[in-house]
């Protein structure tokens, strides 16, 4: 079975982006939308500078934000992917990529109408997250689904040709029962911190129970 694709999600700190320099991720993301983790675009742009990240890409997560809120972002940080991670229609989908020329990877949050709406995104957007469901939140709550739907969601990708990530309250504790569900890619966040930063021990913990 191949390695899956790491993102490290929620990066809110210099010393963060630090810890993310010096791990394995393929992408490493950052929080623009109102949350506990939220990062201005100048900060990230300001940690970047300091910790280069040698050919990891670079996603900016909003939800529901205006266009003129994400293209100041683009802007200030030229991300390589848009993450979607709120209730954006196709439309607006649409007007994001017309608008920054950038890939757009829609959050959609595991449900009986996952597929469906998986389906309806799929010949817009350039990649899928599927993250728990917890009423009144956006992801980032340590919260995960049922692993056995992973497969379906995977296949569904492949036959698409598009990368499906899995989210939610994914941690070196509990990554063993996720990889023989065969994911294309994991997104990281609150499962690999301790007191609320990023934890240099806890990554390479999960990285190693990975190999």
């Given at each position: 079975m191949s390695l899956p694709f790491l993102k490290l999600c929620g990066l809110h700190s210099q010393e963060d982006v630090k810890v993310a320099s010096y791990s394995s991720a393929d992408f490493v993301g950052f929080v623009m939308a109102e949350s506990k983790r939220q990062v201005k675009p100048e900060e990230a742009e300001s940690w970047l500078r300091k910790h280069p990240l040698d050919?990891?890409?670079?996603?900016?997560?909003?939800?529901?934000?205006?266009?003129?809120?994400i293209q100041t972002a683009v802007n200030q940080l030229s991300p390589d992917i848009i993450q979607c991670h709120g209730t954006e229609s196709i439309e607006d989908i649409l007007k994001i990529k017309q608008a920054t020329g950038k890939l757009v990877w829609k959050a959609i949050p595991h449900d009986d109408r996952s597929l469906d709406k998986m389906k309806a995104y799929a010949d817009v957007v350039d990649g899928f997250v599927i993250d728990a469901k917890v009423k009144d939140a956006w992801g980032g709550t340590g919260r995960s689904f049922d692993w056995s739907h992973v497969p379906k969601y995977v296949s569904f990708g492949e036959d698409k040709q598009l990368p499906v990530l899995i989210a939610g309250g994914i941690a070196p504790e509990n990554v063993d029962h996720l990889m023989p569900h065969g994911p294309w890619g994991i997104d990281l966040s609150s499962g690999i911190e301790k007191d609320g930063k990023k934890d240099i021990d806890r990554l390479m913990e999960l990285e190693k129970r990975l190999k």
């Open positions: 050919g990891k890409k670079t996603v900016t997560l909003f939800v529901n934000a205006p266009l003129s809120d």
